[in-house]
């Protein structure tokens, strides 16, 4: 698998290759930075408006250990809770729940869950990975052992040249699918410009079709949902993609496209703003390695919430609906684990997982069409995560699915 533990060390000139890659975001990077050290640790404030022990684990001999996955209260996330942008929330890490590792909804101090998009309003969800489940997603043997290998592999050279664009010196972006099962025949697999017809690696595979497994009642519920909403629509008005949401079960097209995303680490690298398109109507993101901050934006509000995610978090949210950006602020003495991965070295690792919707009548870019669909789809998205328990699977849970 070619994976192996790796910590932050030595000088990689980080600094120099913001400014000389990232001129124009240079100012709003050192600005942040500059307000998240100089806010005094204490109450949050919101968006005005807002509405562990280590894992003992068996490996096979095909595993490579990279290292022991901390809890979240192991972590030590104390920053999440109090120093912040002005007008920007910080998460505190989930709280016991029943049923381990329920979701739970992400808050401003001031009691709003619901958010008002550029394109719709959107609600989200945090939550963080078993130490055992992370470990073992860490270690999956079928992970491509360095970038050349992953871009050759998931078939990067058929992209488009829009989407082979998000591939630079500080990430590659490649998809694959979550299902041995393709698309109807008749239509292409691909998402966002990208080929996507190899599987992606089996332990996420595996993971998805448990979450799903696990979920199985809220997935029924979200599909009554569905209908409801759209069903105020006339056909014109749903048009073919609103058609698929309401006549297609959730668990057909949910996390149906998995992008792995290996990034240098750097310090106040900001990352594009950009709203995704019509497959991120329901979007997971999971960090397997390093650290990311990921800013989100209300409409008519300037400043940006700001969630701070670490190896193992998982968010659940809508952002075909809302402008985002990440920003990377890596700490050279944190100690952090990071990925060693080929020609790339020590890199974070997060995968993305999108589902596969608005697809039929390039509806797919943002705003993802028809725009009465989305926002149909959006409201009944942002409803359900609010009032549906959601839970990650346990690695036994995992380990059972057969795919």
Known sequence: MGIIRGKHGGKRGWAGAAETSFG???????????????????????????????????????????????????RGDEDQAGSCLPYCCFSDPAPPAPRPNVLETHRCPRGGTVFEGKYARFALLRGCLDPATLQWLRRDPDFPSGPE??????????????????????????????????RPRGRSLECNGLEASVPAPQRTRQWVQAFKRVNAVALDTLQSYLVEEL???????????????RDVHPAEWLFHFWMPQPMQTGAGRLDKKHVDG?????????????????????????????????EGDVYISSPAAFEHQVLHQDDTASGEE???????GLVKLAIQLRCDTFALNRGRSPPASPKHALKAASEAVQRWLLKVP?????LEEAQAELV
């Open 24 to 74: 124009a975001h240079e100012a709003l990077a050192a600005e942040l930075a500059a307000e998240l050290e100089e806010t005094a640790v204490g109450e949050e404030t919101c968006a005005p408006g807002c509405n562990g022990q280590e894992a003992d684990v068996e490996c096979s001999d095909d595993d490579v250990d990279m290292g022991s996955a901390p809890s979240c209260e192991e």
């Open 149 to 182: 290998e992953l871009k050759t592999r998931y078939r990067w050279q058929d992209a488009s040249e829009k989407a082979k664009a998000y591939t630079n010196e500080y990430k590659v972006q490649v998809m694959g699918h979550t299902r041995d099962c393709a």
């Open 231 to 245: 069903g105020k629509l006339s056909e014109a008005e749903m048009g073919k993609n609103g058609q698929q949401l």
């Open 278 to 310: 019509g497959a991120s109507i329901i979007h997971l993101s999971l960090s397997l390695f390093g650290t990311r901050k990921l800013l989100f934006w209300e409409e008519g509000v300037a400043q940006p919430h700001v969630l701070i995610l670490r």
């Open 338 to 344: 990071l990925f060693q991965f080929g020609g790339m």
């Open 390 to 394: 959601l839970a990650l699977p346990t």
